[in-house]
C-alpha cells in the first residue's frame, strides 16, 4: 500500500494561504500608502522624515517599483502553485510536485529580498532622523533574517518528506515483490 505524502498537502496548503494573502495585500496597497502619505501632514513627522513632498514623491515613485514587481513575484508565485497542485493532484508525481514547491519556495525567497532591498533604499533616502532610521533598517534585517528562516524550514520539510516517500515507495515495491 503506498503512503500519501501528506507533508506536501499541508505545504500546499500553507502555500494557498500565503498566496491567497499577498493576494490580499496588494489590493490593499494604495489604500495603506494613501494613508500614510496622510499622516504626513503632521508637521513633527515631516521633520523627520525631511519634508512632506519628498515623501511624496518617494512613495509615488516606490509605487511604480513595487506594484510590477510584487505583481510579477506573485504571478510567478501562482503559476508555480498551480503547476505543483497539477503535478500532485492530476499527474500523481510527487517528485515534481516537490520540485515545483520548492521553486516557488525560491521564487518567494528573491521576492522578499529584493522588496526589502528597495525598501531598505527607500528608508535611507526618505528618513533624516538616524534613530528612526536605524530602527525601521534593523526592523528590515529582522524581517529578512526571519523569512530566511522560514524557507529553510519549509525547504527542509519538503526535501526529507520526499525522500522520506521515495523510501516508503521503494520499500513497498520490494513488499511487491516478495509475495
Known amino acids: 500500500m503506498e503512503k500519501k505524502p501528506v507533508f506536501l498537502y499541508v505545504l500546499l496548503g500553507l502555500s ?5 494573502l499577498t493576494i490580499y495585500s496588494l489590493v490593499q496597497l ?5 494613508s500614510f502619505t496622510s499622516y504626513l501632514d503632521n508637521e513633527q513627522v515631516a521633520q523627520q522624515v525631511g519634508g512632506v513632498e519628498v515623501i511624496r514623491l518617494q512613495i509615488a515613485a516606490s509605487k511604480w ?3 510590477p514587481l510584487s505583481l510579477g513575484m506573485t ?5 508555480l502553485f498551480g503547476t505543483s497542485a497539477f503535478f500532485l493532484f ?3 508525481d510527487v517528485v515534481k510536485a516537490t520540485y515545483a514547491y520548492l521553486a516557488m519556495r525560491v521564487a518567494a525567497l528573491v521576492s522578499t529580498m529584493v522588496s526589502l532591498m528597495i525598501s531598505n533604499q527607500l528608508v535611507r533616502s526618505m528618513i533624516k532622523n538616524r534613530d528612526l532610521m536605524n530602527s525601521l533598517l534593523s526592523n528590515n534585517k529582522y ?7 522560514i524557507f529553510l524550514i519549509l ?11 521515495q523510501k516508503s515507495v521503494e520499500e513497498a515495491a520490494l513488499d511487491s515483490e516478495v509475495f
Open 30 to 34: 494604495p489604500s495603506v500608502l494613501e
Open 155 to 165: 525547504s527542509a520539510i519538503a526535501y526529507f518528506g520526499l525522500r522520506r516517500y
Open 16 to 20: 494557498a494561504l500565503s498566496v491567497l
Open 65 to 67: 517599483t513595487m506594484t
Open 90 to 92: 492530476f499527474k500523481k
Open 75 to 79: 504571478a510567478l508565485n501562482f503559476i
Open 143 to 149: 524581517t529578512a533574517l526571519a523569512f530566511v528562516a
